[in-house]
């Protein structure tokens, strides 16, 4: 029961029902008080008239007494300040609408008994049509209103009939309001519970999918609704999500393969040469062992140097970012080498991080020495708000279909440029990792008789 009243249909359902509870309460109430208003104005109004005309005719002159000559159809009744009657509409009987306790000039209802009017006699024509009939014997409503004479002398009561069918409309409006509004509010609630619970099932079939999906079967996507809605944007960002997360497992899981398969190798030679070693010492030069075990330990320490820096580079990228001049890179990347020519135009100067960028530059010069016939070429320069880096060679070249799968981990051509003496394939793919981390790009260009490696990173300038 706990986690039903949680659920996200049910508060809809709840807030629904008291938000239209409280705005169809408000609606009713302000709707039955202003008809309320409007059937008791009315019949006040009339009465203020009434009484109104009978002081205008007092204010001529005339007597109380002779008021009957002079006012037809009116319900009226004249008394003197002290309460005495003096005149009174025609077949209303004395003291028939004057309210009790003698209240002077205030509005009131009084209620009229049968035996109160007598519309029987002749005397009664001058208020039997204002006064109208009283079909079910109950008596009358009416509404008094009090005026005092010009003079003061007399204070004068004029009268409306409030209108009962009106008011008993009214009253069957109100009950109805009173039960309807709840049972309409809670319709609503049962409408918005019944809505959110069709509008949250791709929510669930989507739940239900990915809960189904394990770290080893994410090729399974969820199920998108045939919407353009919110919940159709979820699960075409689930999908997304689940993609790239297949993608990067598959890629990791190669990685491994690969990253064993290539420490294997050089553990077991070593392995091999300690175990002839010590079979046979006396059969072995020592110093020509231990000079191979060297080679291979040194094999090991730069593939897992370079693993580590690829883990780096996949978990953050370069925390100090300087403004670091490209000329700069080249002489310290290039010193002491043979068979590299620099050529420098203009002063590239880009926002990363020096020690990476001279890994950079560094792994693709060691790239392109191997596979050169004569020499290798690097140019630095600014092009279009880039500094760009080219290190070109007059090798074998790159195939166009390769120079995408270059850039990969643990990559190694077929072809005469795979004729490596030593790498393990992750040179280019840290090259890749740096441009991408200093937000450039790295790709393979056209070039006739070798191969033309071009790196482009985003000016300071540009950035700044």
């Known amino acids: 029961m706990r986690k039903f009243l949680r659920t996200t249909r049910f508060r809809v359902a709840l807030t629904a029902f008291l938000a239209s509870l409280i705005a ?27 009484a109104a005309a009978i002081v205008q005719v007092l204010n001529t002159g005339a007597a109380p007494a002779d008021l009957r000559l002079h006012v037809r159809a009116s319900i009226y009744e004249v008394t003197t300040r002290t309460g005495e009657r003096v005149a009174s509409c025609p077949g209303l009987r004395s003291g028939g609408i004057v309210p009790d306790g003698g209240i002077l000039y205030r509005d009131s209802v009084q209620d009229l008994k049968p035996g109160d009017v007598d519309l029987a ?45 009106g008011q008993a409309a009214l009253d069957s409006v109100r009950v109805t309001l009173l039960a309807g509004v709840p049972v309409i509010a809670l319709l609503i609630g049962v409408i918005a519970w019944l809505a959110v619970r069709r509008s949250l099932r791709p929510v669930e079939a989507i739940r239900s999918e990915v809960a189904e999906i394990g770290a080893h079967d994410l090729s399974r996507r969820v199920p998108a609704p045939d919407s353009a809605d919110e919940i159709a944007k979820l699960a075409e960002t689930m999908n997304t999500m689940l993609a790239r997360l297949d993608t990067a497992v598959t890629r990791q899981s190669r990685f491994t393969s690969d990253a064993s398969h290539e420490l294997r190798t050089p553990l077991a030679s070593l392995r091999t040469q300690l175990e002839v070693l010590l079979a046979h010492p006396d059969r072995l030069d020592w110093r020509d062992a231990c000079r191979n075990a060297l080679l291979d330990v040194t094999r090991l320490q730069d593939l897992v140097g370079d693993l580590v820096l690829l883990g780096k580079l996949d978990n953050a990228a370069p925390e100090r970012l300087t403004p670091v001049r490209l000329s700069e890179v080249v002489e310290s990347c290039l010193s002491g080498r043979q068979g590299v020519r620099a050529v420098i135009e203009g002063d590239p100067t880009v926002l990363g991080d020096r020690g990476r960028l001279e890994r950079l530059l560094r792994n693709l010069v060691d790239n ?43 990559v190694r051509l077929d072809d005469g440029r795979a004729r490596d003496d030593g790498g393990a394939g992750l040179g280019l793919a840290i090259v890749a990792e740096i441009g991408r981390a200093h937000g450039g790009t790295v790709e393979v260009a056209d070039h006739d008789g070798g191969a033309r490696l071009v790196v482009r990173l985003p000016s300071a300038e540009a950035r700044s």
């Open 368 to 410: 392109a020495q191997r596979h050169t016939r004569t020499g290798v070429e690097v140019t630095a320069s600014t092009m279009d708000g880039f500094g760009v880096l080219a290190v070109t060679d007059d090798g074998p070249g790159i195939p166009t279909g390769d120079r995408e799968r270059v850039f990969d981990r643990f």
């Open 121 to 165: 006699s002749q005397e009664s024509i001058g208020c039997a049509s204002a006064l109208g009939e009283d079909p079910e014997g109950n008596g009358l409503r009416l509404h008094v209103a009090a005026i005092p004479s010009g003079d003061s002398k007399y204070r004068v009561f004029g009268a409306a009939i409030v209108d009962e069918s």
């Open 24 to 50: 169809l309460s408000v609606v009713s109430a302000w709707l039955v008080l202003d008809a309320q208003n409007r059937l008791g104005n009315g019949a006040a109004q009339v009465a203020r008239e009434r």
